[in-house]
T-cell receptor
Framework: DGGITQSPKYLFRKEGQNVTLSCEQNLNHDAMYWYRQDPGQGLRLIYYSQIVNDFQKGDIAEGYSVSREKKESFPLTVTSAQKNPTAFYLC?????????????????FGSGTRLTVV | AQSVTQLDSHVSVSEGTPVLLRCNYSSSYSPSLFWYVQHPNKGLQLLLKYTSAATLVKGINGFEAEFKKSETSFHLTKPSAHMSDAAEYFCVVSRTFGNEKLTFGTGTRLTIIP
């Protein structure tokens, strides 16, 4: 079955460490996204990528980095510069439409990674 | 620019009674609108979407939503609540085509009273 796989499900980070969250999709989607979810704040966009070897900052990119070396993979690194990294992180993917209409598109989300600083 | 306002952070209904989750949007271009559901510690599942076709949209699990351009609203409804509907619901807006960035509302937590 096609979908998005995020790993690990739970991750613990010590102060000053970098950690990398994995996101892999087998949907042949062009675009991939990373969102951060905090209680009462909905989801906020960290980074997104619409094509291999290219990505753009979202609304809260500071302290994070990404790469897009393969279409299927979009790992997120939470660096030590991110001062408050404890959150639930969601990866998503979508096709990119070039014309309006129903199409056969959707935004598929992974099951998330909960990151906690210890 | 685009934004979404979910008018209620928490809604409680009794099992078997109707559900109404309210969403207003703002968009400077033709929007696509979505409702997603999230169960605890899970990813988001698409309930339904509006993409400039029929204004009354039917989704999974008996949910539906009506796009009202004059009111800039996209409220989510269900005739009869079930215990399994208890979850967090997000209203989302994006462009109809091109840049597919999503803008999320802050969510509405739905509680079902037995």
């Amino acid at each position: 079955d096609g979908g998005i796989t995020q790993s690990p499900k739970y991750l613990f980070r010590k102060e000053g460490q970098n950690v990398t969250l994995s996101c892999e999709q087998n949907l042949n989607h062009d675009a991939m996204y990373w969102y951060r979810q905090d209680p009462g704040q909905g989801l906020r966009l960290i980074y997104y990528s619409q094509i291999v070897n290219d990505f753009q900052k979202g609304d809260i990119a500071e302290g994070y980095s990404v790469s897009r070396e393969k279409k299927e993979s979009f790992p997120l690194t939470v660096t030590s510069a991110q001062k408050n990294p404890t959150a639930f992180y969601l990866c998503a993917s979508s096709i990119i439409r070039v014309s309006p209409g129903r199409g056969n598109y959707g935004y598929t989300f992974g099951s998330g990674t909960r990151l906690t600083v210890v | 620019a685009q934004s979404v306002t979910q008018l209620d952070s928490h809604v409680s209904v009794s099992e078997g009674t109707p559900v109404l989750l309210r969403c207003n949007y703002s968009s400077s271009y033709s929007p696509s609108l979505f409702w997603y559901v999230q169960h605890p510690n899970k990813g988001l599942q698409l309930l339904l979407k509006y993409t400039s076709a029929a204004t009354l949209v039917k989704g999974i699990n008996g949910f539906e939503a009506e796009f009202k351009k004059s009111e800039t609203s996209f409220h989510l409804t269900k005739p009869s609540a079930h215990m399994s509907d208890a979850a967090e619901y997000f209203c989302v807006v994006s462009r109809t085509f091109g840049n597919e960035k999503l803008t999320f509302g802050t969510g509405t937590r739905l509680t079902i009273i037995p």
